[in-house]
């Protein structure tokens, strides 16, 4: 006994109790193979196994299928000790059914371990109604002990229900974290982008915290940077610190649930734990000469329940009564499953994923069992396939069977299973696996047109697990194509214009795991113009023809005069040909008569085959015209510290100024208040995107029926905008001509202008003035003449504050803007 009683003392020497700081960082607690510590990390050291089943009417399950108990459960609780076990150890069981309700005396029950007859050595208990916790409590045999722990149980039930809630929860967060340390130190770096795939599928699954910058070190260092500091990872403050605060990304719907969620609920945090307890000082009050209270953890593994010690037991006086807990008394309350599959699933390949998040429990413990796949095909037959929980996939993969030939194409599907004893549904999916059946064009399979881009969409069966698509014509190389899913049964996608040249085409389609591809022959055809219309309104010398393939119209004959291709624009498979007056060398453009409104004549479009075709046109109400009568630029003010520019004759709207311009109604017509002017920057053939649109009250005043006044400031345009503007008028649903209006500049911010004295310039190649600013990469060139003889120019994208220029002459220095090139500005230089 002596040396017994030597070791003990050595044991308790090494591993001090420990208060809350042990308890409740069990969640993080986990062993690295081969790390050296001073001291074990709390709740390592291992205690003492038990065999525990529960039976529920005629079904038998291992505790660690049991989630939560219910009334009239029969437990079978052994002791596996070691067959060389010398100390003897009482098993005494406990149920609780309140802080202010001691529990019966017969509520509490001692086996002697050590015994021979089963009935002595084991508790068989049923869970007696009203019963809300169970708590086992080992002990050293002692004189007395089964008293003293009747009493301390009877004494103060609320600590003992206090005790099991949070041992409980500390278990199931250990599990958590067990489970991401065990696949993390089980990679072997063969893959180096293997944890930086794994680790954040891992957090997810499980709800761990992730240390993101673990995963920018080299492979080598990986592992063991996400290892470290294993406290932090559920718990970042076991004294205060929410456990809500360490959850990776906390979902919305998880932050929500925090309060109202029962203790373990699907794996979610109940609101007592959300500040962590003390479970040492709860016994504290219980300590005596005698005996002290060791709060464990538990590991369950089929019908095995391992407790994990956070010190080494006492076995002499006061010895240690190892305290643990097992499933509360409540109703099984199945996971809320939720899939993240984001479209059909493909299970053309063994090993499949069914993504699913809510429950990290699923996968950090047995709770979920028999756990299946029930798959349904289009002729209503059903089978069950199992599947198991891959936390480091994020879902429940498929086993590696092969399914029968008559489940294939699209399947419906849906996860169930048990939940301890109550059986469970989780969601819905759409799997997919390849048929053999050939793919089908959506439509006509002879439709493209070379020259085009088309869209081409296939059915078949299992898009979803098609992962090339490939085009061949004739003897050239393949070309990828990219695609999608459309509506779970299709596959769409574009063949450019650059490919689909005249003639046949194929299609190859590879699935996953396939060794040959399949093949859809496609057929394109060049194009015939078609010609839908002409519009043109009164008094224009332009009009619009639509149809398709209109880039092989030539012109247009309308009665005497000949319309000429000014622009070609498609959208939505429609060409609009801008046409216009050509007026022939030698002839007067006044002789040119407009075409009046409401006339009706026969158009004759000729193409570029020789073919012509014939179409009606009716000629429509005038569009709104305007003319500018008077222009006023008003430059901004110039910035502190920089110098003014002279624009010239006001051809220049600078990017800080404003502009005031007027426009005269065309004869006979007349503005009301619901005239707008649009202004948009001018773009030769094509119709530029409407930058500003002025209407009454708006920037634009009614001065009379024929005369309207525009108010227009730079800062009103899209940033970034520079270069010629152009306007229109905008009556009704008909638009104007686009009038020329002014240039957009954007100002250089000159700051000074230095020059080298007369008689030290030389003559050498060095400029003899620098001038100094900002923004002069908006400036071409700099001249010391308004006719640029000799000009300095700026390099493009150039980034620099300061530039050689030429001596002033007359004070003054011409600066080419690269906004306006054709309207030079002055600057003074005193």
């Not at 291992?62 to 003897?88: M, N, R, T």
């Not at 807990?325 to 409540?330: D, F, G, H, I, K």
Request: hydrophobic share 40%; proline share 8%; net charge neutral.
């Amino acid at each position: 006994m002596k040396e017994d009683d030597s070791q003990v003392r050595h044991l308790e020497a090494r591993f001090p109790a420990r208060g809350l700081a042990a308890a409740l960082l069990a969640c993080a607690a986990i062993c690295v193979p081969g790390a050296v510590m001073a001291d074990p990390a709390p709740f390592e050291l291992t205690g003492p196994d038990l065999r525990i089943e529960v039976t529920r009417g005629q079904v038998t399950l291992p505790i660690a299928q049991v989630p939560s108990l219910a009334e009239g459960d029969k437990l079978s609780i052994h002791a596996a000790l070691p067959d060389d076990q010398g100390l003897k150890f009482l098993l005494t069981s406990a149920f609780l059914r309140g802080a202010t309700n001691p529990p019966p005396k017969d509520w509490i029950q001692t086996a002697s371990t050590w015994k021979q007859k089963e009935k002595d050595k084991a508790l068989s208990l049923t869970v007696p109604k009203g019963a809300r916790q169970l708590v086992l409590l080992m002990v050293p045999e002692t004189g007395g002990a089964e008293g003293v722990l009747e009493d301390a149980v009877r004494g103060k039930p609320g600590e003992f229900v206090r005790a099991s809630q949070d041992l409980n929860q500390a278990s199931l967060d250990h599990s958590r974290l067990a489970a991401f340390m065990a696949a993390i130190q089980a990679q072997d770096n063969s893959g180096p982008e293997y944890l930086r795939t794994l680790a954040p599928v891992l957090a997810r699954s499980l709800s761990i915290k992730l240390n993101d910058e673990c995963l920018s070190k080299v492979v080598e260092m990986q592992a063991s940077c996400l290892l470290e500091n294993r406290e932090s990872l559920v718990l970042s403050d076991v004294h205060s610190s929410s456990l809500a605060d360490t959850l990776t990304g906390t979902p919305t719907d998880l932050a929500l649930q925090l309060s109202a969620t029962r203790e373990a609920g699907g794996g979610y945090y109940s609101a007592y734990i959300g500040v962590a307890r003390d479970i040492a000082r709860i016994f504290g009050a219980f300590n005596n000469p005698q005996f002290n209270y060791l709060p464990t953890l538990s590991l369950r593994k089929d019908a095995q329940m391992s407790l994990l010690l956070n010190a080494a037991p006492s076995f002499q006086k006061p010895k240690s009564v190892m305290v643990t807990a097992l499933p509360a008394v409540e109703a099984d309350i199945p996971p809320q499953l939720r899939s993240t599959a984001r479209g059909p699933v493909c299970i053309a390949r063994p090993g499949a994923v069914l993504g699913v998040e809510g429950a990290p429990l699923v996968y950090s413990t047995d709770f979920a069992h028999d756990v299946k796949v029930k798959l349904t095909n289009g002729a209503g037959q059903t089978m069950d396939v199992p599947v198991v929980p891959r936390a480091d996939r994020g879902g429940y993969m498929i086993g590696p069977e092969e399914l029968p030939s008559a489940f294939a194409g699209s399947l419906r599907a849906q996860l169930h299973g048990s939940w301890g004893f109550a059986p469970f549904t989780g969601p819905d999916f759409l799997l997919q696996r390849p048929d053999g059946n050939a793919w089908k064009v959506v439509g006509d399979a002879d439709a493209l047109v070379a020259g085009r881009d088309n869209t081409v969409t296939l059915e078949g069966a299992a898009p979803s697990c098609v992962e090339d698509v490939l085009l061949r014509q004739g003897s050239g190389a393949p070309r990828p194509l990219e695609w999608k899913v459309q509506d779970g049964q299709r596959l769409a996608f574009t063949v450019p214009k650059a490919a689909a040249n005249p003639g046949e085409m194929r299609v190859e389609l590879r699935y996953q795991g396939a060794k040959g591809p399949e093949t859809v022959t496609l057929r394109a055809r060049a194009e015939a113009s078609r010609v839908d219309g002409f519009e043109i309104h009164a008094g224009d010398r332009q009009g619009v023809l639509t149809g398709q393939r209109l880039d092989q119209v030539r012109s247009l004959t309308l009665g005497e005069t000949e319309y000429w291709p000014e622009g070609l624009t498609r959208a939505d498979a429609v060409d609009r040909l801008r046409l216009a007056v050509k007026v022939k060398e030698g002839a007067d453009p006044a002789a040119i008569v407009p075409p009046e409104q409401g006339a009706s004549a026969k158009a004759v479009v000729r193409l570029a085959d020789g073919r012509t075709v014939t179409l009606p046109v009716e000629v429509g109400a005038p569009r709104p015209q305007a003319a500018l009568l008077g222009r006023t630029i008003y430059p901004g003010p110039v910035a502190p510290g920089t110098r003014a520019l002279e624009l010239g004759s006001g051809e220049l709207l600078p990017d800080n100024g404003e502009l005031v311009f007027s426009v005269k109604a065309a004869p006979g017509a007349r503005f009301d208040t619901r005239d707008m002017i649009e202004v948009a920057r001018a773009d030769p053939g094509a119709d530029s995107p409407v930058a500003v649109r002025l209407s009454a009250g708006k920037g634009l005043t009614l001065e009379s029926q024929q005369v309207l006044v525009a108010r227009l400031k730079a800062a009103d345009l899209p940033a970034g905008a520079f270069g010629p503007l152009r306007f229109r008028l905008v009556g009704g649903d008909l638009t104007g001509d686009w009038t020329p209006l002014t240039t957009l500049a954007r100002l250089p911010r000159i700051e000074n202008v230095s020059c080298k004295p007369e008689s030290g310039a030389g003559g050498g190649p060095d400029l003899p003035c620098t001038l100094s600013g900002r923004d002069l990469f908006l400036i071409d060139a700099v001249a010391a003449e308004a006719s640029f003889a000799q000009p300095a120019k700026v390099p493009p994208g150039y980034t620099g504050s300061s530039l050689g220029v030429p001596r002033p002459v007359g004070g003054k220095l011409h600066l080419r803007l690269r906004d306006a090139p054709d309207s030079p500005v002055v600057l003074p230089v005193s």
